[in-house]
């Protein structure tokens, strides 16, 4: 494999404080979101051009890594305890993390809210969910999260064009255990580990991805709400893009089956492994490759793994679509 696919940004120390002291005086984001997307806009901007270049190359560029660790961002100085409803917290006094994702996000493209997913934030607390802990959503904790891309239900019939181009995940308290593993399995790297017949496979309609968790709760009473027939790998050879519901996808023959089994064991041979903790956060290419999740402890007793998520397109236009009215960032 010529392309490096993992990479990783330092911020110095200095930088890490001059930026932190700002942030601190920000506002919560949920109140006015394009005016807190202009602020860590200006204060994200002076970034060494070095770091800040190779931030918004990820965004910007094919060729470049499915995914980068962030090091050292600014924190807020004290937290409370990790909400165990799904967020968010009710009594949290800074938002330095909140303006953290908000301002890596803001490099990649515009956060966007979805109505079925976390009640259409822009800023998503991923946390340990009692009453979820088994499923394949961002609320378990007692099993492997398969790899997976994030994907929205889509009247069109296809999750896969209106989802978010890059996910942020940014980590305010680790797992107690620290055992909390995030994965991404670059696309590049999978089709190279598999075979040309199962990739061949993996290229055909015979694939059809269920809805995200919580959209089948809520609209289809908990069964699956499938897509139209797909392919999971499409476009070039060099530059393949990959599509995984986590909830699930049907295979339509015995062959695409097994296609799709043998790609959730390449995506484990091949995937960049991250333990997150607090200062640290990954971009992700949602389209260039596929990301998991370890199983990890949770006691839903205030000091569980809390994680803040943002969903970003690269431009609003092209889901217009899907925008709900009076809303210039959220999709039904
Ligand atoms: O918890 C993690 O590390 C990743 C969870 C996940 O897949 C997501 O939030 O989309
Ligand atoms: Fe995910």
Redesign the pocket.
């Known amino acids: 494999m010529t392309v490096k696919t993992f990479a990783e940004v330092e911020i110095p120390d200095q930088v890490r404080d001059a930026m932190g002291e700002e942030l601190i005086g920000l506002p919560d984001p949920a109140h006015d979101i394009d005016y807190s997307m202009t602020r860590v806009h200006q204060i994200f901007a002076r970034l060494p051009v070095d770091e800040l270049r190779q931030l918004l190359d990820f965004g910007r560029h094919v060729d470049t890594p499915g995914v980068t660790l962030v090091r050292n961002l600014p924190a807020d100085p004290e937290l409370p305890p990790t909400p165990v409803d799904g967020g968010p917290a009710a009594d949290k006094k800074t938002f330095v993390a909140e303006s953290v994702l908000l301002g890596l996000s803001g490099l990649l493209g515009e956060p966007v809210g979805i109505t079925t997913e976390k009640a259409g934030r822009f800023v998503?607390d991923?946390v340990p969910v009692a009453t979820g802990a088994t499923s394949q959503t961002?609320m378990g904790s007692a099993v492997f999260?398969n790899f997976?891309n994030?994907i929205v239900y889509d009247a069109i019939g296809r999750y896969d064009v209106s989802n978010p181009d890059f996910?942020v995940?940014s980590c305010l308290r680790q797992d107690p255990d620290g055992k909390?593993?995030?994965y991404y399995a670059d696309a590049r790297d999978v089709v190279a580990a598999l075979p040309a017949e199962m990739t061949d496979v993996l290229r055909k309609p015979l694939f059809r991805l269920n809805a995200p968790g919580n959209y089948c709760r809520e609209h289809a009473g908990g069964e699956p709400v499938y897509a139209d027939p797909m392919p999971i790998i499409s476009g070039p050879e060099d530059t393949p893009e990959i599509a995984v519901s986590?909830n699930g996808v049907l295979a339509l023959t015995g062959t695409a089956q097994e296609a799709f089994d043998r790609l959730q064991a390449a995506c484990r041979e091949v995937a960049h492994q991250v333990r997150?903790a607090p200062g640290t956060a990954?971009l992700?290419n949602n389209r260039k490759g596929l990301?998991?999740?370890s199983q990890f402890a949770a006691r839903y007793d205030g000091t569980d793994?809390w994680?803040q998520?943002t969903y970003v397109r690269r431009s609003l236009w092209t889901i217009r679509y899907r925008l709900t009215t009076g809303d210039r960032r959220v999709m039904a």
Do not use: K
């Open positions: 998503h991923v961002n999260l997976h994030d996910l995940l909390a593993v995030t986590a997150l990954l992700i990301h998991a999740r793994r994680l998520r």
